[in-house]
């Protein structure tokens, strides 16, 4: 299905830094619930993130990350979802995490 230009602008996606990560043990799938930076404009936002295949909290931690940020919350668990980080998902539900290859500020605008 295409979408158009204006569909594609809607979806708000920023780049973030990981500041926190802790275990969620209460979530159907092996996750981390993350604290994410994206800024002054932004702030503080929370996510779930199936990456525990790939990914150990010290690999997150201080790690930039895209996420779409104008998604509503959603409660996963006993966690509320407050973004939705991006990642290519490989076989096997296998996620690499989509990030900037070099350091930028937080809250920048993906598009």
């Given at each position: 299905m295409e979408i158009t230009w204006n569909d594609f602008e809607k979806v708000e996606m920023r780049i973030?830094?990981?500041?926190?990560?802790?275990?969620?043990?209460?979530?159907?799938?092996p996750a981390y619930r993350l604290i994410i930076d994206f800024g002054a404009e932004i702030g503080i936002r929370k996510s779930s993130a199936q990456i525990t295949k790939r990914?150990?909290?010290?690999?997150?931690?201080?790690?930039?990350?895209?996420?779409?940020?104008?998604f509503p919350k959603?409660?996963?668990?006993?966690f509320?979802?407050?973004c939705l980080v991006l990642g290519a998902v490989?076989?096997?539900n296998d996620i690499v995490l989509?990030?900037?290859?070099?350091?930028?500020?937080?809250g920048l605008r993906v598009g």
């Open positions: 973030g830094t990981i500041s926190e990560v802790l275990d969620f043990p209460e979530a159907r799938q990914y150990s909290k010290e690999d997150l931690l201080g790690k930039q990350i895209v996420a779409v940020v104008n959603k409660q996963i668990a006993n509320m979802s407050e490989a076989p096997g989509l990030n900037p290859d070099l350091k930028v500020e937080d």
